[in-house]
T-cell receptor, first 114, second 111 residues
Framework: DAGITQSPRHKVTETGTPVTLRCHQT?????MYWYRQDPGHGLRLIHY???????DKGEVSDGYSVSRSKTEDFLLTLESATSSQTSVYFC?????????????FGPGTRLTVL | GENVEQHPSTLSVQEGDSAVIKCTYS??????FPWYKQELGKRPQLIID?????GEKKDQRIAVTLNKTAKHFSLHITETQPEDSAVYFC??????????FGAGTTVTVRA
């Protein structure tokens, strides 16, 4: 597995609380992605980054923000968690953009919002 | 993003038989089509991919075929084994180096 870690791996929180998920890579890859995985929907892109401080929205970005201050770290923040954000969140990295080089996934974070 | 439809959603096959999963997409400009395998509780992992200038690609028991005119591509697994049991996702590259995924197919190989 590529050098990708996610923290925390599991989290239970309450509606309305802020939550930050961290993705850390040791591969020095330029591109980083955040996906959520829900039954019947596959993997849906939330946000992605194409360099330090360079980020863009994916297809399900409402309610989420991201930051990338260092090459190795990509943070996903839920400013005020809702039950609809209960999901499994995967981070992914690629050396070049998707389709140019392989995209590697992290181990995932299971988030439950009560 | 790209609209990717994947069928079937579940597939049960006898060990040794073949399994076929099909995906359709909407953007004729799409040019990269990977397949990922996700075992229970694990992360998705790339198993094979194909680019638009190629019609078919094989890797041992796995093959992918692409029909650009009809905008569909398929994953073929031959001589299925119990370790092939997993969820399989197709994906399509859209603009800005993003992937759009199908909803997934749960494959169960019966011994």
């Amino acid at each position: 597995d590529a050098g990708i870690t996610q923290s925390p791996r599991h989290k239970v929180t309450e509606t309305g609380t802020p939550v930050t998920l961290r993705c850390h890579q040791t591969e020095n890859h330029r591109y980083m992605y955040w996906y959520r995985q829900d039954p019947g929907h596959g993997l849906r892109l939330i946000h992605y980054s194409y360099g330090v401080k360079d980020t863009d929205k994916g297809e399900v970005s409402d309610g989420y923000s991201v930051s990338r201050s260092k090459t190795e770290d990509f943070l996903l923040t839920l400013e005020s968690a809702t039950s609809s954000q209960t999901s499994v969140y995967f981070c992914a990295i690629s050396e070049s953009g998707a389709g140019v080089s392989e995209q590697f996934f992290g181990p995932g974070t299971r988030l439950t919002v009560l | 993003g790209e609209n990717v439809e994947q069928h079937p959603s579940t597939l049960s096959v006898q060990e040794g038989d073949s399994a076929v999963i099909k995906c359709t997409y909407s953007d004729s400009a799409s040019n990269y089509f990977p397949w990922y395998k996700q075992e229970l509780g694990k992360r998705p992992q790339l198993i094979i991919d194909i680019r638009s200038n190629v019609g078919e690609k094989k890797d041992q028991r796995i093959a992918v075929t692409l029909n650009k005119t009809a905008k569909h591509f398929s994953l073929h697994i031959t001589e299925t084994q119990p370790e092939d049991s997993a969820v399989y996702f197709c994906a399509v590259r859209s603009n800005d180096y993003k992937l759009s995924f199908g909803a997934g197919t749960t494959v169960t190989v019966r011994a």
